[in-house]
């Protein structure tokens, strides 16, 4: 089976500012990773997936993510953030051979002007 | 396209009712996907389908739940009789083929806005 850990509940940041969120995971098989981000009131959307290739990858609105196979690690990134990054953001795995997303805990940004 | 439509957004009820949620997903879409969130276990997934068979429903909480999905276009999900620890909000999402999980085909799940059930 397949677990994430989102490492922070909760990060407040002041616009423009920089954003980092922590992901780990753990699985006894090849999984691939997934960034979803939450608005209030709203379903989730993708923002970005890791499948192969870079380990650098680049998703929607500005962000990034950065998959680390030796410390099993795939954390979110964005070099400056805008109020509207208010939301809830999730890290997801699935194993290679399944179909079946595992989601972590979530972690909720807030973007103070 | 309207995306995956989800009704009632809002769903109050009293507990030993029974509560229909229902769920359209993207037109051409194989697979369908029921979770719920709460803030104690974060999303589940409950159970899916693919091309309208239930495929895994090892999430399913009880036997106070069940799903259909009668055609490609519409899925429910059943809870009877309901409780208030089934207070949460139920997601659907849907994905086209996937293949095979992180294949060159793979493809996102696309989710809809979610159903808030209240069970007083």
């Known amino acids: 089976a397949q677990s994430v850990t989102q490492l922070d509940s909760q990060v407040p940041v002041f616009e423009e500012a920089p954003v980092e969120l922590r992901c780990n995971y753990s699985?006894?098989?090849?999984?691939?990773l997934f960034w979803y981000v939450q608005y209030p009131n709203q379903g989730l959307q993708l923002l970005l997936k890791?499948?192969?290739?870079?380990?650098l990858v680049k998703g929607i609105n500005g962000f990034e993510a950065e998959f680390n196979k030796s410390q099993t690690s795939f954390h979110l990134r964005k070099p400056s953030v805008h109020i509207s990054d208010t939301a809830e953001y999730f890290c997801?795995?699935?194993?290679?051979?399944?179909?079946?997303?595992?989601f972590g805990a979530g972690t909720t940004v807030t973007v103070r002007a | 396209d309207a995306g995956v439509i989800q009704s009632p957004r809002h769903e109050v009820t009293e507990m030993g009712q029974e509560v229909t949620l229902r769920c359209k997903p993207i037109?051409?879409?194989?697979?369908l996907f029921w979770y719920r969130q709460t803030m104690m276990r974060g999303l589940e997934l409950l159970i899916y389908f693919n091309n309208n068979v239930p495929i895994d429903d090892s999430g399913m909480p009880e036997d106070r739940f069940s799903a259909k999905m009668p055609n490609a276009s519409f899925s429910t999900l059943k809870i009877q009789p309901s409780e208030p620890r089934d207070s949460a909000v139920y997601f659907c999402?849907?994905?086209?083929?996937?293949?095979?999980?992180?294949?060159?085909?793979?493809?996102?799940?696309?989710f809809g806005p979610g159903t808030r059930l209240t069970v007083l």
């Open positions: 037109s051409g879409h194989d697979y």
């Open positions: 890791y499948l192969s290739g870079s380990t």
């Open positions: 699985s006894s098989v090849s999984v691939y």
């Open positions: 997801a795995v699935i194993a290679s051979n399944d179909y079946k997303l595992s």
């Open positions: 999402a849907s994905s086209p083929e996937p293949g095979l999980a992180g294949g060159p085909d793979y493809n996102e799940q696309f």
